[in-house]
């Protein structure tokens, strides 16, 4: 069984570009939620995604945006970015849409905007 | 507004001694309420969730509804419990509010 893998493991991107973040779900898991993690923070929901389509989302603007596909892993893409942009993007992976069954989480990825 | 609060940035405490890391919540509904850990150099995962009443590592924590509380609580402190504690809660089919996360550090 595999766990959570996500890649790039770090990133550094200029202001106003664009990234593409990439997870690969843990085996049997059909549900992807991404967080991101402020210096000195805790994670904070971005949006999750289950059967390939957006199950919820958090309080970020539409330049965040995802994709499930059909083997669950997922993409996570931010346009524009911003220097407050940078942090460590986590994806986490669940059996279930309900958050009961607790998270499997990856290692992130730390974007720096510069 | 959701929120998990965890007053302590830091705790330190001796081995074998008592420890408690402390977490409030504020949410609308029976949110469920869970802690997660990350050691050094490790990603973040699941200590123990309350609907399971499960002791993990020696770890506890009891949902107080009345104090809107959710401590985690250990009776011996061991080394290996050195790490970031963070407390999240719940409600409804998707997101996790976490708390600023705690420090612990286990002094030998």
């Known amino acids: 069984e595999t766990g959570v893998t996500q890649s790039p493991t770090h990133l550094i991107k200029t202001r106003g570009q664009q990234v593409t973040l990439r997870c690969s779900s843990q085996?049997?898991?059909?549900?992807v939620s991404w967080y991101q993690q402020a210096l000195g923070q805790g994670p904070q929901f971005i949006f999750q995604?289950?059967?390939?389509?957006?199950?919820g989302r958090g309080n970020f603007p539409p330049r965040f945006s995802g994709l499930q596909f059909p083997n669950y892993s997922s993409e996570l893409n931010v346009n524009a970015l911003e220097l407050d942009d940078s942090a460590l993007y986590l994806c986490?992976?669940?059996?279930?849409?309900?958050?009961?069954?607790?998270?499997?989480f990856g290692s992130g990825t730390r974007l720096t905007v510069v | 507004a959701q929120r998990v609060t965890q007053p302590e940035k830091l705790l330190s405490v001796f081995k074998g001694a008592p420890v408690e890391l402390k977490c409030n919540y504020s949410y609308s509904g029976s949110p469920e309420l869970f802690w997660y850990v990350q050691y050094s150099r490790q990603r973040l995962q699941l200590l123990l969730r309350?609907?399971s009443r499960e002791s993990i590592k020696g770890f506890t924590a009891d949902l107080n509804k009345g104090e809107t509380s959710f401590h985690l609580k250990k009776p011996f402190a061991q080394e290996e419990d050195s790490a970031m504690y963070y407390c999240a809660a719940g409600a409804g089919s998707y997101q996790l509010t976490f708390g600023k996360g705690t420090k612990l550090s286990v002094i030998p």
């Open positions: 995604y289950y059967r390939e389509e957006e199950n």
């Open positions: 309350h609907i």
């Open positions: 085996s049997g898991h059909n549900t």
């Open positions: 986490a992976s669940s059996l279930a849409r309900g958050q009961g069954y607790g998270y499997t």
